[in-house]
């Protein structure tokens, strides 16, 4: 099969389009013919090398992918031949979604509502919000500060959260405020002086913030909160100093896979949107892992096949 792969870690040009052998599923996994796969932030780390020093070559990157099932594995149920659907290969590999084939370990059906390039870019980014939101433990009534809400984790964090009834202060650039507002959260800048602007936005206070930016703002969010049990991040790993929890895959806390489903469900109702920035074929990877790279826009950058 061809995929997207490279032999040696370095930057965006060290990606090319080789052909390799087939992947088939085991136990409990779909196979799919891969039609969209979206670039995450850990791709491009793992790339560079600064992630798994160890890592086997050739290696094919990307996590995320949507596609058709064409092989089923020993146990499934639920889902048959040809069945389009969205998900995540095996989040600990940290790789081969970008290819003809791909496994996933996790999936839910595709919502008609959702191009390929948006399914394509779901999957991580649901689970990963998904898990966040239960850990925080907020519901119907409970007020929310996501810092990073324009990202593509936060973005899907902002939808999830006022699917579940919950008020969300949203931070990002100026740029990206209309988006935010447009999945339901209410916009403000980050950066200095957020405590006295969530103050303004939320005069009864926050019950839970969520950083998704990883950008150094703990301290900001636990003077919002005034307590530690209340703030979560996903990005930054400063989190222990400050008695905060960092929520990762495979920490062996409960995951958000059983979020996909839901995801399916309120996208299928125009409920949930993924923001897409670009597309591009698997031929232009290196491209699209530069774009990914860029940091100009929001969404995700998404791998497709024509
Ligand atoms: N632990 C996990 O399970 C897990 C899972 C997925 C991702 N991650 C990590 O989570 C992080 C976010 O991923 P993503 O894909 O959502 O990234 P992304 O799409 O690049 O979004 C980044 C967000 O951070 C905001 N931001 C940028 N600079 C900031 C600053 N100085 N202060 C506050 N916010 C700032 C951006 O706002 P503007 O664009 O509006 O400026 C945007 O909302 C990455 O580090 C990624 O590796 C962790």
Redesign the pocket.
């Known amino acids: 099969m061809f995929a997207v792969q490279y032999l040696r870690f370095g930057g965006p040009d060290v990606l090319e389009v080789g052909q390799i052998d087939q992947p088939h599923p085991g136990p409990g996994e779909v196979r799919i013919a891969v039609r969209a796969s979206g670039i995450?932030?850990?791709d491009a780390i793992l790339r560079s090398g600064g992630l798994r020093p160890d890592l086997k070559f050739p290696h094919i990157p990307g996590v995320d992918a949507a596609g058709v099932v064409d092989e089923i594995g020993l146990g499934v149920t639920g889902v048959a031949i040809g069945d389009e659907v969205f998900g995540a290969v095996d989040v600990m590999l940290l790789g081969g979604a970008a290819a003809e084939f791909a496994v996933l370990q996790f999936w839910a059906p595709k919502p008609p509502t959702w191009s390929w390039a948006e399914a394509g870019g779901a999957a991580?980014s649901v689970e990963?919000a998904t898990r966040t939101l239960d850990a925080l433990g907020i519901g119907l009534g409970s007020t929310l500060l996501i810092?990073?809400?324009?990202?593509?984790?936060?973005s899907v964090a902002v939808q999830l959260a006022v699917a579940r009834g919950v008020r969300v202060v949203g931070?990002?650039?100026p740029q990206?405020h209309d988006l935010i507002a447009e999945l339901g959260g209410v916009p403000t800048t980050?950066?200095p002086g957020l405590p006295v602007r969530v103050a303004k936005l939320a005069p009864d206070g926050v019950d839970a913030a969520l950083d998704?930016?990883?950008?150094g703002?703990l301290p900001d969010l636990l003077t919002i909160t005034g307590d530690a049990a209340k703030v979560l991040t996903?990005?930054d790993f400063t989190a222990p100093d400050h008695g905060v929890r960092l929520?990762?895959?495979g920490s062996g806390q409960p995951d958000g896979r059983h979020g996909l489903s839901t995801a399916a469900r309120l996208a299928a109702e125009g409920r949930l949107r993924i923001i897409v920035r670009d597309t591009f074929g698997f031929g232009r990877a290196a491209e699209a892992h530069a774009r990914a790279e860029d940091?100009r826009g929001?969404g995700k950058v998404v791998l497709t096949v024509s």
Not at 147 to 154: I, K, Y
Not at 212 to 215: E, K, L, N, Q, S
């Open positions: 995450t932030g850990a991580t990963t810092e990073g809400a324009s990202g593509a984790v936060g931070t990002g650039s990206n980050y950066g998704v930016a990883g950008a703002s996903i990005a929520s990762y895959s940091r929001s």
